[in-house]
């Protein structure tokens, strides 16, 4: 037996219980690690009178291979316990076997883990993930490298390396060196942490370094139109028809609260007329699944029946052919110059405008709207839906219509006493003189 800083230790025996016909057992190897064995298989055979159980070696100069066989695992396992104790700072019975029979001993560095991450998300696409989502996991690997690069001068490290320093300072370089928004640095540190995990699963890292990482609180801002600005919106005509095109979906979102992604999946099958007459859209939203149902208002169904049957119908039973997404957010802020608002005007300020302006403004509860934004929970409408002073002010109004005559301040019985200037800053004296 040959041990190793006394929690590391190798033994070869016969295993009995396997003897074949030809009288030979199989050599087994245990690899014992603070308590915790592991056996593998030497692929050699012996016979037991061939075999010194003590010792862990074959006997006689006939079986010089075999005990040469043993040595070389010895110095392999050896060898692999010394590299996984410096990489990694701890090894497993599990991890040891695997480097001898050579799996994950080429696995055990960051960025190689951080590739194979990558190319996974890769093959994704479509299936586990959107196409949209998959530059996220390039980008961060980009990114990553050239830390690696720039603060440690190294194109690699190995997981042992990963603490909670090394998580700190790459979402300091993220936020510092590149300039980046909470909200962007936060993109690139979820690639990080899954790679960190699914390393964690495969055993090439026992603690996960995130677990004491705060990240910085994002505190989302919800950009909307006012009243005004969706007014002024609307009034703008352009020479191009693809841009009065684009004016009208936003507007149309922004009397739907629909997503520029469930805009160009809408189909007529989603428009849906109501035992009363009136028309709703009903769909699952793409990013959630969850059910979402829309009454339609006149302006909506005014661009409804503008780009029917029109060089902007869709096909597949769809009913707009948008754009690209780049596309609409150029035009649009192109028409938000037109039409004097001095706002980063992007698609999806349609919906936050929907949310607060068109509905929460103008007295549509918060658990209406969160079932027309097919929202999973309250909170997230609570969060979108930003509750506007002209809204706080609608409802005080509102309230004191209310309550007017309902609560009346009795008249006081005694005499007010007013506090002397000399007694001012000491009113306690008025009461104690009895002045009550």
Not at 120 to 131: Q, T
Not at 277 to 284: E, Q, R
Request: one cysteine or more; a positive charge.
């Amino acid at each position: 037996m040959e041990h190793n800083r006394s929690t590391f230790s190798i033994l070869f025996y016969l295993n009995t219980s396997k003897k074949k016909k030809s009288g030979k057992c199989p050599i087994m190897g245990r690899i014992s690690v603070d308590g915790e064995s592991k056996a593998f298989s030497t692929g050699m055979d012996i016979l037991p009178d061939e075999w010194n159980a003590q010792d862990g070696l074959a006997i006689g100069k006939s079986n010089a291979s075999i005990n040469k066989q043993i040595e070389s695992y010895k110095s392999e396992l050896n060898a692999h316990y010394k590299a996984m104790v410096e990489s990694k700072g701890y090894i497993t019975t599990e991890s040891l076997k695997n480097a001898l029979r050579g799996i994950g001993t080429n696995r055990n560095t960051l960025m190689q883990e951080f590739a194979e991450l990558v190319e996974e998300k890769r093959k994704s696409v479509g299936v586990k993930i959107k196409e949209s989502t998959y530059p996220v996991y390039p980008n961060a690997y980009r990114h990553l490298k050239d830390f690696l690069s720039k603060k440690y001068n190294v194109t690699d490290i190995s997981f042992g390396q990963v603490d909670i320093a090394f998580i700190e300072a790459y979402s300091f370089y993220l936020k510092i060196d590149l300039q980046m928004t909470p909200r962007t640095v936060k993109c690139n540190m979820i690639p990080l942490r899954t790679c960190i995990t699914k390393a964690k699963h495969k055993g090439l890292i026992r603690q996960d370094p995130f677990f004491d990482f705060v990240p910085e609180k994002i505190i989302p801002k919800r950009p909307w139109l006012t009243n005004d600005e969706i007014e002024r919106l609307m009034q703008v005509q352009t020479k191009h028809a693809t841009w009065n095109f684009t004016r009208d979906m936003f507007i149309f979102c922004v009397f739907t609260g629909i997503t520029a992604i469930d805009l160009r999946n809408l189909k007529h099958s989603n428009i849906q007329r109501q035992e009363d007459g009136s028309l709703w859209v009903v769909l699952n939203r793409q990013k959630t699944g969850t059910a979402s149902y829309i009454p339609l208002l006149d302006i909506p169904i005014q661009i409804l029946d503008r780009y029917r049957d029109s060089e902007f119908a869709g096909e597949d039973g769809r009913v707009f052919k948008l754009q690209t997404h780049v596309n609409m957010n150029w035009q649009l802020k192109k028409l938000a110059k037109a039409a004097e608002i001095n706002k980063r005007l992007t698609f999806h300020m349609s919906r936050f405008s929907f949310a607060t302006t068109v509905c929460l403004t103008q007295g549509v509860p918060i658990e209406t709207l969160s079932q027309m934004m097919g929202h999973l929970s309250i909170k997230t409408t609570q969060i979108y839906a930003e509750v506007t002073r002209t809204k706080i002010n609608e409802d005080m109004t509102n309230l004191a219509e209310t309550i007017q005559g309902k609560y009346d301040l009795p008249e006081n019985d005694g005499k007010i006493h007013k506090i002397g200037r000399r007694n001012r800053r000491f009113p306690e004296r008025e009461i104690n003189d009895g002045n009550i």
